[in-house]
T-cell receptor, first 116, second 113 residues
Framework: GAGVSQSPRYKVAKRGQDVALRCDPI?????LFWYQQALGQGPEFLTY????????KSGLPSDRFFAERPEGSVSTLKIQRTQQEDSAVYLC??????????????FGEGSRLTVL | KNQVEQSPQSLIILEGKNCTLQ??????????LRWYKQDTGRGPVSLTI?????NTKSNGRYTATLDADTKQSSLHITASQLSDSASYIC????????????FGAGTILRVKS
C-alpha cells in the first residue's frame, strides 16, 4: 500500500495476556518509530529503528515491551503480561531518511489497545 | 514540565471563521517545528515543517508562524470548514533529543455549522 499500515486496528486483551502489534512502513523507508498515545495526549516516543537496527529504545516503559524489525521492513511491537496502564493507541511512523530531525514522518492509523 | 505547551486546550468555532492555535516550547536549540493534524481515530498528518530560520509557512488554508526568539509558534486556519475538526499537534525536534520528537498535547478544534 501507499501508506503506513498497522494491524490490528483494535485489540482487547485481558490483563496478563501478551499482545503483538504489527507495522508495515512505506516501502523503502529507512526509519521506523513507535509511539504510545494516551487519551487526550500527544504521542510519546517508544523506540526507533534505522533499517533493522534498533538505535534507541529508551522510551519503552518497561521490560515487558519489546520491538523488532528483523528484515528492515515490517516491525512488531510486543507487550508481555499486559497491564491496564498499557491501554493506549500505539502509533507507528516511518521516514524515508535516517533521522527524525529532518525527515518527514508518515504515521499509520494506530492500534488501539484496551486491557481489561 | 511539558516542553511543548499548546493553547487553548480546545476550541469551538463556526464554519467559515478563522482561528489561531498557539504553541510555546522550551526545547532549545531546536532543529525544526512541525504542526500535525490528527483526525479522531487516525494517525497524525503533517501540515507544515519549519526550520529555526523560517518565520512562516503555508499549506492551503493553514499558515504556521514561528518566532524563535520568543519560542512561540502559531497555526492560523482561514475560512474554517467542518472537515477541519481535529486535534492539532505542535511537535519540536532537537539535536539533544536525537530522534525523539517532542509532542505537545494538542488543541482540539471543533468547527460547527
Amino acid at each position: 500500500g501507499a501508506g503506513v499500515s498497522q494491524s490490528p486496528r483494535y485489540k482487547v486483551a485481558k490483563r496478563g495476556q501478551d499482545v503483538a502489534l504489527r507495522c508495515d512502513p512505506i516501502s523503502g523507508h529507512v526509519s521506523l518509530f513507535w509511539y504510545q498515545q494516551a487519551l487526550g495526549q500527544g504521542p510519546e516516543f517508544l523506540t526507533y529503528f534505522q533499517n533493522e537496527a534498533q538505535l534507541d529504545k529508551s522510551g519503552l516503559p518497561s521490560d515487558r515491551f519489546f520491538a523488532e524489525r528483523p528484515e528492515g521492513s515490517v516491525s512488531t511491537l510486543k507487550i508481555q503480561r499486559t497491564q491496564q496502564e498499557d491501554s493506549a493507541v500505539y502509533l507507528c511512523a516511518s521516514s524515508l531518511v535516517g533521522s527524525a530531525l529532518t525527515g518527514e514522518l508518515f504515521f499509520g492509523e494506530g492500534s488501539r489497545l484496551t486491557v481489561l | 514540565k511539558n516542553q511543548v505547551e499548546q493553547s487553548p486546550q480546545s476550541l469551538i468555532i463556526l464554519e467559515g471563521k478563522n482561528c489561531t492555535l498557539q504553541c510555546n516550547y522550551t526545547v532549545s536549540p531546536f532543529s525544526n517545528l512541525r504542526w500535525y493534524k490528527q483526525d479522531t481515530g487516525r494517525g497524525p498528518v503533517s501540515l507544515t515543517i519549519m526550520t529555526f530560520s523560517e518565520n512562516t509557512k503555508s499549506n492551503g488554508r493553514y499558515t504556521a508562524t514561528l518566532d524563535a526568539d520568543t519560542k512561540q509558534s502559531s497555526l492560523h486556519i482561514t475560512a474554517s470548514q467542518l472537515s477541519d475538526s481535529a486535534s492539532y499537534i505542535c511537535v519540536v525536534s532537537a539535536m539533544e533529543y536525537g530522534n525523539k520528537l517532542v509532542f505537545g498535547a494538542g488543541t482540539i478544534l471543533r468547527v460547527k455549522s
